[in-house]
């Protein structure tokens, strides 16, 4: 650790102290060492009281020393604004975080292809097939998956993403020996082994309201750019959204039914700010990894489309065999996803017959249904 | 002189003959009632000496003892009155003794004489009939409920005076003419006919499976899909009460004070609401009465808002699901109600009631929801054969021209009962009756599944991550299924439709 990460960490705990603030004070004083080496009047006058106090009651060597010995012990490491390692996306914000705990694959931040994929934690079987594909996509093309590992579609990209073979990255609003919520510790896990967890806070740290909210300009700054797959009316995947705009990066959605509760966040943002993503060739070329004249992806309802050539279907798993009765519930599900009433509907069959093959179906992991009995086709 | 009335005593829903002896003789005036009687019995004198004088006979002005044998059984409840006044009419020379012999009495009086009804009337005169009363005097608004019952002639009473006048042969009063049950039951309407529901095809669905099968239910659907209706609409699709069966729950509801016509014909019906105590449900209290599950017993008990019951409440359900019975003890008195219910309840998929509609929005957390779900107790969860969810349906379903007409509960119910006829014959000797019953060391041999049967059976296992419970559960239903369909073996499509209504998947309980 040098001097100037030392000053770094020293001010990251500094408590009343926040992460623009810091950096004005580093700024104020011409530079770390400058800062260290203010006296008490100094840092009065350029603080106030109260706060003068707080840096001097934290800058105690032996204790910063202790705190980044014991986080290097738990495998973490501390990148501050003052290290090679830290991503250079974070430095063009106002607020930029003193210290950025990380475990993991640290090489990840350095690529220029970090894409943040967040969604609503209260997602429709539409988004998260939606997520499911188009974070499998991605990883596979070679875009690192940044989220937020928050339930829902944050979990679902980055699941999809480490499936894929590809990289991912967590941005935490809790220490990184925390899990928030508990279900999401096997993945936090995986990710720390294959991935990269980032966070703004000391291991220990609880996540909170207070610490929640600033999470979201981290995962708005990191990546080039914010592709949202599925937000209700006050998710708040609509804040990362809305600094994504703030710092320049490029904003992505993915529109739904208009009458869908948990699209009309995403359907909204479309028509103000935000670029309409359909496949995943519509993301690489923002990243100039795709040719615009490669056209478009086969139409959707050209029946489940191979993926990118060799890629998707996992070699020696041939598409399960499907009878004819099941192929008439296929057809109906394939144009949209529908409900048990509306099935009866559209393929005639009894109640007792169409239930024998939904179960099949499902079994056979061709179709799925999510809370209140909607099935759609899977990819 | 000495006098004898019979009467009819009762602890919980079980009779026993008694006697009231009645003794007046000379002596300082005062009345004693002896024989462990309970406030209520002891303050009968008031009730008795006034109705006596109200209806123009005179108190005697005597020492009377009145005694109510056998001595060791604690007597509770005020329909000791007329016997008691009969007894000191008869003791005092106004009632021919020998005109009481083989005559039971009971009634509580009013003040002026007329005759007001009693609980468990019902349950007091079957006793009576097994032990070989032929006569009854009984309040005329206790008529009704009991004019079930032949092999015993029933006289309704409507004042002290009648019987009086009665019983000294200067009157007449015409006895009940037993109704027979058939006639009765002839025209069962269901409180709630399925034809009034819209849409919900799967739902209609396992409502049949589980009428057919007996099987428990579970429904789970956001605010307005129909759930209560949908509950509403099993007793209708049972089939009919046998005649023991509708006598076994008019007794319950008899004791409880609760039967406003004759015979209960329509199978009862019993929704609890949420803030119901332990003691409610199961039954108990200082009279140790019977529960909502006794008052459910051959019928439906419906718990709406399953997660809002404590847990505590829904615990207690378990033993007397396993075994029909609920015994209460208290310190004075030991009673055994049947509780033969099938047991279906509602629930929202989330707390606001919305996860899961297409047209509303949640505003729960997944924790939330995952935390609303995780409050049912596990233990009954497994009591649960199915998990339905319903749709949301929409409004212009309901009202739209596309609503077609949908079947009416009457049909549903022959085929209900010929399911239901056939697993009566293939259980007939055991000690199980459905489906819903069948233990699982004996699933294999009388489901006998088919080769395609087991390969489905195997897949559900390894696809679902089903439990050994949630095998012999999908099994259970796949043979109800097979049954609804005339099969003697399970198929692999009824194991695949069985597998519908497992409820533990990933969307709720993980």
Redesign the interface.
Same mark, same amino acid.
């Given at each position: 650790m040098t001097r100037a990460e030392g000053v770094w960490i020293w001010l990251s705990r500094v408590r009343g102290l926040g992460a623009g603030r810091a950096r004005q004070l580093v700024e104020f004083f011409g530079g770390e060492e400058a800062l260290l080496a203010a006296q008490e009047p100094e840092l009065r006058e350029a603080v106030g009281e109260a706060l003068a106090a707080s840096l001097l009651e934290a800058r105690r060597q032996e204790e910063i020393n202790d705190h980044v010995r014991a986080c290097r012990r738990a495998g973490v490491r501390i990148l501050t604004p003052a290290s090679p390692a830290y991503p250079e996306a974070l430095r063009d914000i106002y607020d930029p975080p003193c210290a950025l705990y990380a475990r993991g694959d640290l090489g990840l931040l350095q690529g220029e292809r970090l894409l943040t994929l967040v969604g609503t934690?209260?997602h429709t079987s539409y988004g998260r097939r939606i997520t499911e594909k188009l974070a499998a996509e991605l990883a596979r093309a070679g875009l690192t998956i940044v989220s937020g590992l928050a339930?829902?579609l944050d979990s679902v990209a980055h699941r999809a993403a480490l499936d894929a073979g590809g990289k991912t990255i967590a941005v935490l609003a809790n220490g990184l020996d925390v899990a928030y919520?508990a279900?999401v510790g096997p993945l936090q896990e995986e990710i720390a082994r294959k991935g990269l967890l980032v966070s703004e806070y000391p291991p220990g740290t609880r996540a909170s309201r207070a610490t929640l909210l600033p999470r979201n300009r981290l995962l708005a700054a990191l990546s080039r750019a914010t592709l949202v797959t599925e937000a209700?009316?006050r998710s708040g995947t609509l804040l990362v959204a809305g600094l994504a705009v703030e710092y320049g990066r490029e904003l992505m959605t993915v529109p739904g039914n208009i009458?869908?509760?948990?699209s009309?966040s995403t359907n909204r943002l479309m028509r103000t700010s935000a670029e309409t993503v359909l496949c995943s060739r519509d993301v690489l070329q923002a990243f100039g990894m795709a040719d615009a004249e490669d056209g478009e992806d086969g139409p959707p309802a050209a029946g489940r489309q191979a993926a990118p050539a060799g890629q998707a279907v996992p070699a020696g798993q041939a598409a399960p065999a499907v009878t004819e009765e099941e192929e008439r519930v296929l057809q109906a599900l394939r144009r949209e996803p529908l409900?048990?009433?509306e099935l009866?509907?559209r393929t005639q069959f009894?109640?007792?017959?169409?239930?024998?093959?939904?179960?099949?179906l499902?079994?056979k992991?061709i179709i799925d249904?999510?809370?209140?009995?909607?099935y759609a086709t899977k990819s | 002189m000495l006098s004898t009335v019979t009467s009819c005593g009762r602890q919980g829903i079980e009779g026993y003959p008694m006697r009231v002896e009645v003794d007046v003789r000379d002596g300082l005036p005062m009345v004693d009632v002896v024989g462990l009687p309970d406030a209520a019995v002891r303050e009968s004198r008031e009730r008795v000496r006034t109705a006596l004088r109200n209806s123009g006979f005179p108190f005697p002005v005597a020492q009377i003892t009145i005694n109510l044998a056998p001595a060791d059984i604690k007597k509770e409840g005020p329909w000791y009155d007329l016997p008691i006044a009969l007894g000191i009419l008869a003791a005092s020379g106004r009632i021919p003794q020998e005109r009481l012999r083989g005559a039971l009495a009971l009634g509580t009086l009013s003040l002026d004489g007329s005759l007001a009804p009693v609980t468990g009337a019902l349950p007091m005169l079957l006793a009576a009939r097994r032990a070989g009363i032929e006569r009854a005097l009984l309040p005329a608004q206790n008529a009704r409920e009991c004019a079930c019952l032949s092999g015993i002639a029933l006289y309704p009473v409507e004042s002290l005076r009648q019987a009086a006048a009665f019983l000294c042969g200067e009157a007449e009063i015409a006895p009940l003419t037993p109704v027979r049950y058939a006639d009765l039951a002839e025209d069962v309407r269901p409180e709630v006919d399925l034809a009034s529901v819209r849409?919900?095809?799967?739902a209609?669905?396992a409502l049949e499976i589980a009428a057919s099968g007996g099987h428990n239910l579970l429904l789970i659907g956001?605010a307005g899909s129909g759930k209560t209706m949908l509950a509403r609409c099993l007793p209708g699709i049972l089939p009919r009460m046998t005649e023991q069966e509708a006598l076994e729950t008019t007794v319950i509801h008899s004791v409880s004070g609760e039967v406003s016509g004759g015979l209960m014909t329509r199978r009862p019906f019993s929704a609890p609401h949420h803030t119901t105590s332990a003691v409610a449900l199961i039954g108990g209290g200082r009279a140790a009465a019977p529960g909502e599950i006794s008052k459910a017993h051959n019928g439906v008990l419906f718990l709406d808002e399953l997660p809002e019951f404590p847990r505590a409440v829904l615990e207690a359900l378990r033993q007397p699901m396993e075994d029909g019975v609920v015994t209460i003890s208290r310190v004075n008195a030991r009673c055994v109600y049947p509780a033969r219910f099938q047991l279906v309840c509602a629930m929202n998929?989330c707390p606001c009631g919305n996860?899961?509609?297409?047209?509303?929005?949640?505003r729960?957390?997944?924790?939330e929801v995952?935390r609303y779900l995780s409050r049912i107790s596990g233990p009954l969860l497994d009591r649960i054969d199915m998990v339905v +969810?319903?749709? $949301?349906?929409e409004p212009d379903?309901v009202f739209g021209p596309?609503a077609a007409p949908a079947e009416d509960s009457e049909t549903v119910r022959r085929r209900v009962e010929r399911v239901r006829a056939a697993q009566n014959a293939r259980y007939a000797g055991e000690d199980f009756f459905c489906n819903a019953r069948l233990p699982a060391n004996r699933l294999e041999e009388i489901c006998n599944p088919t080769k395609d049967a087991r390969d489905?059976l195997a897949?559900?296992m390894r696809?679902?991550q089903l439990s050994m419970r949630g095998y012999a559960r999908v099994l259970r239903i796949a043979r109800t299924?097979a049954d609804?369909a005339g099969e003697a073996r399970v198929q692999a +499509?009824?194991v $695949?439709?069985a597998?519908?209504y497992r409820g533990t998947n990933e969307?709720?309980w993980k």
């Open positions: 934690r209260r339930e829902g919520p279900a209700g009316q009458d869908s509760p948990a009309y409900s048990f009433d009866i509907a009894s109640a007792a017959k169409l239930n024998s093959l939904l179960t099949m499902e079994l992991g249904q999510s809370a209140g009995r909607t | 849409g919900q095809y799967a209609r669905r956001t998929p996860y899961g509609s297409r047209t509303r929005t949640c729960c957390t997944p924790h995952q +969810e319903m749709d $949301a349906v379903e596309a489905a897949l559900c696809r679902l299924i609804m +499509e009824h $695949a439709e597998a519908s969307k709720y």
